[in-house]
């Protein structure tokens, strides 16, 4: 990818600005993919190897499509900005956040392949931080909305002339990620994208996956800083001992979702009752290095699809530098909190209750237009 030009590099710095958060470091965004053994598949975030209109991704692929396309929601932005996102990144990396260059870019990394010189590498290689720098770019073009896909990438990209129409050629495959990552976005993109394929991970459901000896709240825990997250995880904390009911909403027992329904309900925010409408609503969140207490964290499940989560928890944070969720998981347990690194591998998706826009996400969209 060439240099961007001066002005296009005020609005990303600016946006940047805006987006990280003040002394909070920044991670690179792992994909995270499993082998599961039941079917012989490799599984992530987006699920198993599927096939987006006419072409086939593995579940590396399929997790890095799922996060620009969460980061694009994260910023509040249209369908149509997550779907030049992902044909812009097949185009450059084939969905994959490449540590390399070529010959015209040696310096170039990521998933937009972008300069480093320019960007630098956390940008460059973070998916999180890559998109967003991208999408700065494209909401900065006047009219950017009714333009054809390619000239909008090759805007920002500025390929080589003869490569000029080649993002193109990836419209249809996008539109159809799009769709399937991002419910109710197919009125925003494309006309006709096609759909995914989906080949789904069995499911892990909220039975056999490792914890800690008891389930209890670990020692030296510290709730949250207050607010109606800090609510929620303490609502949910509160439950810790108390039955897996199915169906149940307390006070005696709960299940998975029952959980969370109630936990963010005495927070002051309403969300869905089941899982699969609790993965749809909210806001997204592009990945583990974005997490904050009160998050939902989705799997498959036992009963449902990485398109349709059927198990759930609440992230409640750190201690000693461990990440804790806290879940109501079958029938037979207790509610219990578990490290992170025991969903780590089956997370399919994430998502935040609080979900109106953040001034932050304002402040971006003022800059950019």
Not at 34 to 49: D, E, H, K, L
Not at 241 to 270: F, H, M, N, Q, R
Request: hydrophobic share 45%.
């Amino acid at each position: 990818m060439p240099a961007p030009s001066r002005s296009m590099l005020l609005v990303v710095v600016a946006a940047l600005m805006i987006w990280l958060v003040p002394g909070t470091a920044v991670l690179a965004l792992a994909v995270w993919v499993s082998t599961n053994s039941s079917a012989g598949q490799v599984c992530g975030p987006g699920g198993a190897t599927s096939t987006a209109a006419t072409t086939t991704l593995d579940a590396e692929q399929l997790a890095n499509a799922q996060a620009v396309i969460a980061t694009a929601q994260a910023m509040t932005l249209p369908p149509r900005a997550a779907q030049i996102a992902v044909a812009t990144a097949m185009q450059e990396s084939s969905l994959r956040n490449l540590n390399y260059g070529d010959t015209a870019g040696p310096s170039s990394r990521g998933l937009f392949q972008q300069q480093t010189q320019f960007y630098g590498v956390t940008v460059a290689t973070n998916p999180v931080l890559a998109t967003q720098a991208f999408l700065a770019q494209v909401v900065a073009i006047p009219g950017w909305q009714l333009l054809p896909l390619t000239q909008v990438a090759a805007t920002v990209q500025r390929p080589a002339k003869a490569l000029i129409g080649a993002y193109a050629q990836w419209e249809n495959e996008a539109g159809a990620l799009v769709q399937r990552f991002w419910p109710g976005a197919a009125g925003g993109i494309g006309a006709q994208p096609g759909t995914v394929q989906a080949v789904a991970c069995a499911g892990n459901g909220g039975a056999g996956l490792p914890g800690v000896a008891t389930g209890a709240i670990p020692a030296g825990y510290q709730l949250p800083a207050a607010g109606q997250s800090a609510a929620a995880v303490r609502f949910a904390l509160a439950q810790v001992g108390k039955p897996y009911i199915w169906g149940g909403v307390g006070p005696s027992g709960y299940d998975c979702s029952g959980l969370t329904l109630e936990a963010w309900a005495a927070a002051g925010v309403a969300i869905p009752r089941t899982a699969q409408a609790q993965a749809e609503s909210g806001t997204p969140v592009a990945g583990l290095a974005e997490l904050q207490p009160g998050d939902l964290l989705f799997i498959a499940g036992a009963d449902g699809t990485p398109a349709a989560p059927g198990h759930v928890g609440m992230y409640i944070g750190q201690l000693d530098h461990v990440p804790y969720l806290v879940q109501a998981p079958q029938t037979g347990q207790k509610v219990q909190v578990d490290p992170l690194s025991s969903w780590k591998n089956v997370i399919v998706g994430i998502r935040r209750p609080l979900a109106s826009a953040t001034s932050q996400n304002q402040a971006l969209l003022a800059l950019a237009g």
